[in-house]
């Protein structure tokens, strides 16, 4: 068998039984089941990819993935994560927002920005523009209300265990990244500096702007400094600037993403936890840390 589609359930909401295993596995004229973790993720070895359509229908709707990967180099040695929505819960930009009285009307661009309807940059700078004069505490009470995705130690800790370089590259901003990433583990983090007088925020944000081609290049960079072909490399998102990295990333994931990802990218996580990342690289549950 040169493939695998590996299910994970929604562990908080539903089991992978093996009434479900069986069910997709006759659809996709599968070998003997591998269980990763019990009633949460299992392997089922194909020959070929299965149709998605197909595997969806035999899941009848239940909140349970189907990722399918090749066998061979399964398991990944570069890990490249966007931040918010998917390392962590919400949109740090939004929250920010929330104390000048504005997260209503920002985060509505912010929606339309990582739905790809609107131009990244240009969206970053207008959102910024309006918290000119906020002062810097704000940034403090933002940290207190970000909360870490479940599963985000977890994925990190094991790759980075199993030899894996992980990159925390946002759209966001370095005074959350660097937390994030020292909270979390990852090897290094890369974002766009928010700009201030010492007090306040100016309203503008410290050229150049990191975005959608800029974390393809990290992605591609990493790889090359590492002498890894993009074949070994991973990256996780769910907005319109993280669709480059994910289409070039040897196993790329869309995660609980925005339409125009979901529908674009290979593989995606619509229901699932972080962990469900490393179950796609075939990890069982005991060798999970965290």
Same mark, same amino acid.
């Given at each position: 068998?040169?493939?695998?589609?590996?299910?994970?359930?929604?562990?908080?909401?539903?089991?992978?039984?093996?009434?479900?295993?069986?069910?997709?596995?006759?659809?996709?004229?599968?070998?003997?089941?591998?269980?990763?973790?019990?009633?949460?993720?299992?392997?089922?070895?194909?020959?070929?990819?299965?149709?998605?359509?197909?595997?969806?229908?035999?899941?009848?709707?239940?909140?349970?993935?189907?990722?399918?990967?090749?066998?061979?180099?399964?398991?990944?040695?570069?890990?490249?994560?966007?931040?918010?929505?998917?390392?962590?819960?919400?949109?740090?930009?939004?929250?920010?927002?929330?104390?000048?009285?504005?997260?209503?009307?920002?985060?509505?661009?912010?929606?339309?920005?990582?739905?790809?309807?609107? @131009?990244? !940059?240009?969206?970053?700078?207008? =959102?910024? #523009?309006?918290? %000119? &004069? +906020? *002062?810097?505490? /704000?940034?403090?009470?933002?940290?207190?209300?970000?909360?870490?995705?479940?599963?985000?130690?977890?994925?990190?800790?094991?790759?980075?265990?199993?030899?894996?370089?992980?990159?925390?590259?946002?759209?966001?901003?370095?005074?959350?990244?660097?937390?994030?990433?020292?909270?979390?583990?990852?090897?290094?983090?890369?974002?766009?500096?928010?700009?201030?007088?010492?007090?306040?925020?100016?309203?503008?944000?410290?050229?150049?702007?990191?975005?959608? @081609?800029? !974390?393809?290049?990290?992605?591609? =960079?990493? #790889?090359?400094? %590492? &002498? +890894? *072909?993009?074949? /070994?490399?991973?990256?996780?998102?769910?907005?319109?600037?993280?669709?480059?990295?994910?289409?070039?990333?040897?196993?790329?994931?869309?995660?609980?993403?925005?339409?125009?990802?979901?529908?674009?990218?290979?593989?995606?996580?619509?229901?699932?936890?972080?962990?469900?990342?490393?179950?796609?690289?075939?990890?069982?549950?005991?060798?999970?840390?965290?």
């Amino acid at each position: 068998m040169r493939h695998v589609i590996t299910l994970i359930a929604d562990h908080a909401v539903t089991s992978l039984t093996p009434a479900i295993i069986a069910r997709v596995r006759d659809v996709v004229a599968g070998g003997e089941p591998v269980i990763l973790s019990p009633g949460e993720a299992a392997d089922i070895p194909v020959t070929a990819v299965p149709d998605k359509d197909a595997v969806r229908a035999a899941l009848g709707g239940a909140p349970i993935d189907a990722i399918a990967t090749a066998v061979e180099g399964r398991r990944k040695s570069l890990l490249i994560a966007d931040m918010d929505s998917t390392i962590v819960t919400g949109e740090t930009l939004d929250e920010l927002a929330d104390f000048a009285g504005l997260k209503e009307r920002i985060s509505g661009i912010t929606a339309r920005a990582m739905n790809g309807e609107l @131009d990244f !940059k240009a969206a970053l700078r207008e =959102r910024v #523009a309006m918290l %000119r &004069g +906020l *002062p810097l505490d /704000a940034l403090d009470k933002t940290w207190q209300r970000v909360r870490l995705t479940e599963g985000a130690r977890e994925l990190v800790a094991t790759m980075r265990a199993h030899g894996a370089y992980t990159a925390l590259i946002s759209g966001g901003f370095t005074f959350f990244t660097g937390r994030v990433a020292a909270l979390v583990g990852f090897d290094m983090h890369r974002s766009n500096v928010l700009v201030d007088d010492g007090a306040t925020l100016t309203g503008r944000v410290a050229e150049p702007i990191l975005d959608r @081609d800029s !974390k393809l290049k990290t992605l591609t =960079r990493l #790889a090359t400094e %590492r &002498g +890894l *072909p993009m074949s /070994a490399t991973l990256a996780v998102g769910d907005g319109a600037n993280d669709l480059d990295m994910i289409r070039a990333a040897g196993l790329g994931i869309a995660f609980h993403a925005k339409p125009i990802v979901a529908v674009e990218a290979r593989a995606r996580v619509d229901h699932a936890n972080l962990r469900a990342l490393l179950f796609a690289q075939g990890y069982r549950r005991e060798e999970i840390i965290g």
